[in-house]
């Protein structure tokens, strides 16, 4: 029995790369997570598909440090534990975003893959109708080749997705309600489909990682040290937010979201770089 996952849970992860539904807060707890993300939208603007919102964000900060999700994490990597990367990764009703079939680690130039973990928290209710993710059970160990689509809609970078070498017909649906999340695997194979419903989907994803894992791909990367000990120190210290949208919060965040943003769009042409976010 681990801190927070089951026996059952913690040898489902390790068989399919992912683990969900996994209980983390009371559904009230998360319609207050998610009051206050909207009253933050209702002054800033719609929570976007923006780098590492608990370096700005108090409320994403505070879910970042809940003792019980890191006991989750823990679970399946270790005590010492970093926040790497997340997002609130939000579809508004009846719009096209999607996020194509493909394997995290192909693009994020950081490993090893067992040394890192996804969580996905939902502060909505997240079903097929409006846009949640699906997996691809027992997909996780083999690195699968990836095309760059570019695609408008497409919610990933690059648009990239999986050229082949795989079932589609094997995806599992994860449904979570309010205050539940999943976990999965670097390389586990997901996507998502457009919300075609007439509800928000509201998610906040973190990546946490172990002081073994090294960047690869670029200098200057750095994480968030949140249980533990980093007796490496492979990436540079991350502070956290004051005040929600405080000037040097947001002053740190955008240097880092700009060294990030030229590792995923490397070798990409100065057009499209431009026209899908890329800022540099």
């Known amino acids: 029995m681990g801190k927070h996952l089951r026996d059952e849970q913690i040898a489902r ?8 539904p996994v209980d983390l807060f009371s559904p009230e707890v998360a319609a207050g997570y998610r009051a206050r993300m909207e ?5 800033h603007g719609l929570m976007k598909y923006a780098m590492k919102p608990y370096l700005t964000v108090t409320m994403a900060d505070e879910i970042a440090h809940d003792e019980t999700l890191l006991d989750a994490v823990e679970d399946l990597i270790g005590p010492n534990l970093l926040v790497w990367d997340g997002a609130f990764i939000n579809k508004e009703p009846q719009t096209e975003s999607y996020v194509s079939w493909h394997q995290d680690l192909t693009y994020w130039g950081i ?11 939902a502060l909505s209710p997240v079903t097929p109708e409006n846009g949640g993710m699906r997996m691809i059970p027992g997909s996780h160990h083999a690195v699968l080749p990836h095309v760059d ?3 408008d809609d497409n919610l990933l970078s690059r648009g990239q997705e999986l050229d082949g070498g795989f079932d589609e017909g094997e995806a599992v649906d994860v449904t979570l ?14 996507s998502s489909n457009p919300n075609h419903s007439d509800q928000r989907r509201i998610g906040l994803n973190f990546q946490f990682i172990t002081p073994a894992v090294r960047q690869e791909q670029m200098t200057g990367d750095s994480a968030q040290l949140v249980r533990g000990a980093d007796a490496v120190g492979h990436f540079a210290p991350e502070p956290q937010p004051r005040a929600d ?5 947001i002053a740190f965040a955008e240097e880092i979201s700009a060294r990030r943003q030229k590792l995923l ?10 026209r899908y976010g890329a800022g540099v």
């Open 39 to 43: 009253a933050l939208e209702a002054e």
């Open 265 to 274: 769009f490397r070798g990409v042409d100065e057009d499209r770089r431009e």
């Open 177 to 190: 309600e309010p205050g539940q999340m999943s976990i999965h695997h670097g390389l586990v194979i997901h």
């Open 245 to 249: 949208f405080a000037p040097d919060s």
């Open 13 to 20: 992860y390790h068989a399919d790369g992912f683990v969900s």
């Open 111 to 121: 490993g090893p893959p067992g040394e890192i973990v996804s969580i996905w928290l």
């Open 149 to 151: 689509k570019f695609g």
